[in-house]
């Protein structure tokens, strides 16, 4: 799998630790959203997009965030201590929408991102900086406009723009727009 492009939105600072959200596309066709660059205690570390766990109310049925006092359904004070510890014995209140599943994959997705991210910041500081909309979330990068290759400064990002010969699952198809297709 390659990392065909990373798209950083700066967080204006403050004094909380998030810094920027990411995108991330792999082989120009599965990308991954609201990543978020963080600064820990000694150094960034890229958290990957999460979601908050539910439990539901005893009484009414109606789902709860784990840290809620109250159902927002009927209002019924509801139980403590509803959380299960993690491996570290902490309080597990997210669960992983998308996560890589080796060490491999997370320092390879942590290193493209954390590199676009300086790019970024750098760009940041250029006078009329603009930065990179996020806005409409359903336009494939061919909607965004040009999008940055590793001759415009980004090493982590392959241009595949034309079909690799060499690759036989590399047709340079088109999607029809007709159907979601068949993974071989």
């Not at 990411?22 to 963080?38: L, P």
């Not at 900086?129 to 406009?145: K, L, N, Q, R």
């Amino acid at each position: 799998m390659v990392v065909t492009e990373v798209k950083i939105k700066l967080v204006p600072r403050s004094d909380d630790k998030l810094l920027a959200f990411a995108s991330i596309t792999f082989d120009r066709c599965f990308v991954v959203r609201d990543i978020k660059i963080i600064q820990g205690t000694k150094t960034l570390f890229v958290a990957m997009p999460s979601r908050k766990i539910t439990d539901r109310c005893g009484k009414c049925g109606c789902k709860n965030h784990l840290q809620a006092l109250h159902c927002n359904g009927c209002g019924q004070k509801l139980p403590n201590n509803r959380t299960r510890p993690d491996d570290r014995g902490r309080a597990k209140l997210h669960a992983d929408i998308a996560h890589p599943i080796n060490m491999r994959c997370r320092q390879d997705i942590q290193e493209a991102i954390l590199k676009e991210y300086a790019l970024e910041l750098e760009r940041s500081k250029q006078p009329g900086y603009v930065p990179p909309s996020f806005d409409d979330f359903d336009a494939g990068p061919e909607d965004d406009g040009p999008s940055r290759t590793p001759q415009q400064g980004n090493s982590a990002i392959k241009d595949e723009s034309t079909p690799d010969p060499s690759d036989p699952d590399d047709s340079g198809d088109v999607d029809d727009g007709k159907g979601f297709g068949v993974f071989a």
